[in-house]
T-cell receptor, first 114, second 113 residues
Framework: GENVEQHPSTLSVQEGDSAVIKCTYS??????FPWYKQELGKRPQLIID?????GEKKDQRIAVTLNKTAKHFSLHITETQPEDSAVYFC?????????????FGTGTRLTIIP | DVKVTQSSRYLVKRTGEKVFLECVQD?????MFWYRQDPGLGLRLIYF???????EKGDIPEGYSVSREKKERFSLILESASTNQTSMYLC????????????FGSGTQLSVL
């Protein structure tokens, strides 16, 4: 089955700086890569996702990049703000193939230092 | 706005008890999921369902079962609760392409004593 590794497990950055979270996956059939954000005491929410037919996707201060050859993808947050403090989870799935289970990484706790 | 509602926010049970965790979604979603969340382990899939009366095992189904008698309701059952099932349980639903855009419930923190 799919295995998703996520690094780092914790990350602290100064407000206004950029943050990068990296994930690797094992199954070359995976073609869908979402990122979820979970604020303290709240439910995980989808913030951005990317399919394997594109290499990068942006949404305001958030971007995700995908390297299919190396089987890794990253979340980039620019101009970080206090409300970006949360746990971020990456995930991978093979949409349209037999085994479509979504496998999550272990999470990164991001702390923005004012 | 999609609403996924889990019946209890906190639950305390004794070892050996049968435990029911209920989840209801109000957006007519076909797909429903149960995950457990543990520190350092992320979210792990227990069971999922793509249709009424249909269920599939996830990555960690041992000790659990599920029921989906109606489209909007997906129940997780711990037949005989054990201390290693103490965890945060998250229900989720999605529409259309199965694992895209999951909407999560607020979670049930289960403690088994």
């Amino acid at each position: 089955g799919e295995n998703v590794e996520q690094h780092p497990s914790t990350l602290s950055v100064q407000e206004g700086d950029s943050a990068v979270i990296k994930c690797t996956y094992s199954d070359s059939a995976s073609n869908y890569f979402p990122w979820y954000k979970q604020e303290l005491g709240k439910r995980p929410q989808l913030i951005i996702d990317i399919r394997s037919n594109v290499g990068e996707k942006k949404d305001q201060r958030i971007a995700v990049t995908l390297n299919k050859t190396a089987k890794h993808f990253s979340l980039h947050i620019t101009e970080t703000q206090p409300e970006d403090s949360a746990v971020y989870f990456c995930a991978a799935s093979s949409i349209g193939f037999g085994n479509e289970k979504l496998t999550f990484g272990t999470g990164t706790r991001l702390t923005i230092i004012p | 706005d999609v609403k996924v509602t889990q019946s209890s926010r906190y639950l305390v049970k004794r070892t050996g008890e049968k435990v029911f965790l209920e989840c209801v979604q109000d957006m007519d979603h076909e797909n429903m999921f149960w995950y457990r969340q543990d520190p350092g382990l992320g979210l792990r899939l227990i069971y999922f369902s793509y249709d009424v009366k249909m269920k599939e095992k996830g990555d960690i189904p041992e000790g659990y079962s599920v029921s989906r008698e109606k489209k909007e309701r997906f129940s997780l059952i711990l037949e005989s609760a054990s201390t290693n099932q103490t965890s945060m349980y998250l229900c989720a639903s999605s529409v259309g392409r199965r694992n895209e855009k999951l909407f999560f419930g607020s979670g049930t923190q289960l403690s088994v004593l």
